[in-house]
C-alpha cells in the first residue's frame, strides 16, 4: 500500500488536490464565490465517484482550502496546458 505523501501529488511540483487520481485542473481561476462552489462540487463528485473519499490519506476538509488558493489553481491550470489537457 502506498501511504507515501509524495505518491498522492498530481505531480512532483503540484500536490493538486491531494490524490493524484483526481484530475480535475481549473481552465481559469475561479472569479466568484459560485465558481468556487462549482469547482469544489466538481472535484468532490469525482473523489466521491471514484472511492478516494474513503482513502485513508485523503483529507477531504483540505478540498475547502484549496479551492481557495489561487496561487495552487493558477499552478494546476498552468500544468493542464502545459499537459495540453
Known sequence: MRSNADWCRLT???SGWGCRLLTI???SLPASPMERGALFSRVYRLAETIGVLSCPHFNESELDRLVEDDKLLLLMK???KDLQI
Do not use: I
Request: proline share 22%.
Open 12 to 14: 512532483p511540483e503540484c
Open 25 to 27: 485542473l481549473p481552465e
Open 78 to 80: 498552468n500544468l493542464a
